[in-house]
């Protein structure tokens, strides 16, 4: 009887650890893990951007890696132009937008946001070395001010000078970084860009802030109108993770 059992419990471990190989530890029987492809216009510090050793760093890049671990992603950043991110989402190339988007009516009607997990708003800023000093969009008029293509600063402008009548030279660069270094080698008389990366430009380039437009924005995730799974996943996790130690350290690590 003694002897049965024995052989039992050596062939239950067996059997046990077999499973354990097949299942945790070889590679080809492990359950691949899920792959959330993340796009983002990495010319937006501290949000994205690209650090001096080549990689794609940054608040948003920490949050959604941290929010896909806690859902079982795997990350892949894909870079791509600002203004091609929605489309991309919506043609299914990438799943998520992490990209210091801000929440519009407009933008809703084609993919859906997670809750907000960021505040900003417009920022002129101008060549440390300038003269100019605008302190509304009406001192910008009959001027070259420098954007990034469909973002909320050309929206902005464009409304402005719709509005108003009176015109201001908008130029529309595919990257933020472009932009603030014509400004720097006196191409561009202003940039209109958010409040935080405007502040993160003016610890790298010779660039200061002009002037504030409060424009009252919030940044959220957005993702495609039917990937309501995803949605609610991403939005139970990130309401735990803004009040988490985690988050703080993140915001503590790119702006200190
Ligand atoms: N918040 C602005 C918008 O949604 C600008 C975002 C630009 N983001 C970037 N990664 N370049 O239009």
């Given at each position: 009887?003694?002897?049965?059992?024995?052989?039992?419990?050596?062939?239950?471990?067996?059997?046990?650890?077999?499973?354990?190989?097949?299942?945790?530890?070889?590679?080809?029987?492990?359950?691949?893990?899920?792959?959330?492809?993340?796009?983002?216009?990495?010319?937006?510090?501290?949000?994205?951007?690209?650090?001096?050793?080549?990689?794609i760093v940054g608040i948003d890049i920490d949050l959604i890696e941290a929010l896909a671990k806690k859902l079982g992603y795997e990350v892949e950043i894909i870079s791509m132009s600002?203004?091609?991110?929605?489309?991309?989402?919506?043609?299914?190339?990438?799943?998520?937008?992490?990209?210091?988007?801000?929440?519009?009516?407009?933008?809703?009607?084609?993919?859906?946001?997670?809750?907000?997990?960021?505040?900003a708003n417009q920022a002129v800023i101008v060549a440390k070395t300038s003269n100019f000093m605008p302190k509304s969009l009406d001192d910008l008029v009959g001027k070259v001010v420098g954007v990034q293509s469909g973002t909320t600063a050309e929206g902005l402008l464009t409304d402005f000078i719709e509005s108003t009548g009176k015109n201001i030279d908008v130029r529309s660069y595919d990257s933020y970084v472009l932009a603030v270094k014509d400004l720097v080698n006196g191409r561009l008389d202003a940039v209109v860009i958010d409040t935080p990366v405007a502040e993160a430009f003016t610890k790298n380039y010779d660039v200061i802030i002009s002037c504030v437009i409060e424009t009252g924005e919030k940044y959220g995730l957005a993702v495609r109108k039917d990937d309501t799974e995803l949605?609610?996943?991403?939005?139970?996790?990130?309401e735990v993770f803004l009040k988490s130690k985690e988050w703080q350290e993140i915001i503590n690590k790119y702006i200190g």
């Open positions: 009887m003694n002897r049965i059992a024995l052989a039992i419990l050596i062939l239950v471990v067996l059997i046990s650890a077999v499973l354990t190989y097949m299942l945790l530890i070889h590679p080809q029987y492990a359950k691949p893990k899920k792959i959330l492809r993340v796009g983002t216009s990495p010319d937006f510090p501290p949000f994205e951007y690209i650090s001096p050793e080549g990689k600002f203004d091609g991110l929605i489309p991309a989402l919506i043609n299914n190339q990438i799943d998520v937008i992490a990209s210091g988007l801000t929440i519009t009516s407009e933008r809703a009607k084609v993919v859906a946001f997670t809750t907000p997990y960021w505040d949605l609610n996943n991403l939005n139970r996790v990130l």
